[in-house]
Every structure is written in structure tokens, then in C-alpha cells.
């Protein structure tokens, strides 16, 4: 199953001011390539943080788009996703997925939300092979994984990654900043995960770097 991970940052690889602001690093020509991308795949894959967090859609919001939403896939293993939150009021309108690690909440399940449970791993985080293996089972076999550092450094780590599509903004947020990927736990270069440069393009004063898995 293809797994793409999109990464929006400064040039010092941060996705947000150390209070946690992040909109907007990336700008309109930026977010509307991630847009266009979205369109292209199954689901959209974040964590409980970034939904907590951002409260986000997570839809193709593209001027004259009439083409099927991707569906919205939250990795929440204790099922902290609110009833009150976007993505629950308009489950029944987009395809909506909480992958658990306990039995489904009634309150998520009567809002329309499918709850997937799958074994759980470190510190009690969704198996993201079984995490991958029961979407692949819903029907979502190319997933865009969106955030945020931890998702991203879990499915790096977990060599799950097939491609990154990177949009780097010119500015600097320094080491307080929070960072696109979390930790990987690499001791030498030789455990490093190696991608490949495919293509770079600029999207308004932003660069746009795409890459494959080596």
C-alpha cells in the first residue's frame, strides 16, 4: 500500500512556533498543491494531536472540485476525538475513521464515525502495520499522512513511508520550534531512511520538494 507523508515547514524543518501556532507557515499556492495531493488518495491520515489541536476539515477544498473526498482517518487510540469537533459533525457527510485500540466509543459510533480497533504498540500507540493492514481492509490503500511530528516520525521509523511531498517555506523558526518529525532513534548514519529527490518546483515563495523511498 503506497503511504505518502506530507511535510509543510519552515527551511529549519519546524511545523510550528513553540506555542504551538502554525497557520500559516506555507502559503495559498502551497496549501492548495496539498489540496490537489489530498484528491489523489484514499484517505488523509493524522493524530489525535493535530485534530485536538487544529480542529480541522481535512476535505478538498478546491474552487469547482466535484470529485470524491478522501476519507478522514484519525489515529486516537483512547478516543479523545470530540463529538463537537468538525470531523465528527460532518462524519456522515465524509467518510470518517478513528483507529482505536479499545472498544468503539457508542457517542462516535451514533455520530456516524467508523472506529477501528487494532492492537496496540509502545505507550499504547496504534500498530501502524495493523493500522495500515485494517484500512487496507475498509478499502483505503493509498493513504497521505498529514501529522504531525510524532505520525511522522512513527511511520518513518516503521519504514512505511513510500514518498514525501515536502513544502518548505522561507522563513526560520529556529530550535524551539516544533519539529516536522520527532524522534527516530537513529544512532548512525547506516539507520538513516534514505529518499530520493524526484522533483523540486516552486509554489509561490514556497519550494516544493518531492521525494521517493530509496
Known amino acids: 500500500m503506497p503511504v505518502t507523508l506530507k511535510l509543510a515547514t519552515s527551511l529549519d524543518g519546524r511545523i510550528a512556533t513553540a506555542s504551538g501556532e502554525s497557520r500559516w507557515i506555507t502559503g495559498e499556492a502551497a496549501r492548495e498543491a496539498v489540496h490537489r495531493l489530498r484528491a489523489e488518495h484514499d484517505a488523509v491520515v493524522v493524530g489525535i494531536e493535530t485534530a485536538l489541536a487544529d480542529d480541522p476539515e481535512l476535505t478538498v477544498r478546491l474552487a469547482g472540485y466535484s470529485g470524491p473526498q478522501p476519507a478522514r482517518v484519525v489515529l486516537d487510540s483512547r478516543q479523545r476525538l470530540s463529538p463537537d469537533s468538525r470531523l465528527v459533525k460532518t462524519a456522515r457527510d465524509v467518510r470518517t475513521c478513528v483507529v482505536a485500540t479499545r472498544e468503539p466509543d457508542p457517542v462516535l459510533v451514533a455520530a456516524g464515525v467508523r472506529v477501528l480497533r487494532v492492537a496496540a504498540a509502545r505507550a499504547n500507540h496504534p500498530d501502524l502495520r495493523d493500522v495500515v493492514a485494517a484500512l487496507a481492509g475498509e478499502g483505503l490503500t493509498r493513504l497521505f499522512v ?49 529518499f530520493r529527490r524526484v522533483e523540486t518546483r516552486e509554489v509561490g515563495d514556497d519550494l516544493w520538494e518531492r521525494y521517493a523511498r530509496i
Not at 504531525?148 to 523558526?173: K, N, Y
Open 146 to 194: 498529514e501529522g504531525g511530528g510524532q505520525v511522522a516520525a512513527s511511520f518513518l521509523g516503521g519504514g512505511l513511508v513510500d514518498a514525501i511531498e515536502w513544502f518548505r517555506a522561507p522563513i526560520l523558526l529556529g530550535a524551539e520550534g516544533r519539529p516536522a518529525v520527532g524522534p527516530l532513534a537513529i544512532a548512525a548514519l547506516a539507520q538513516a531512511r534514505h
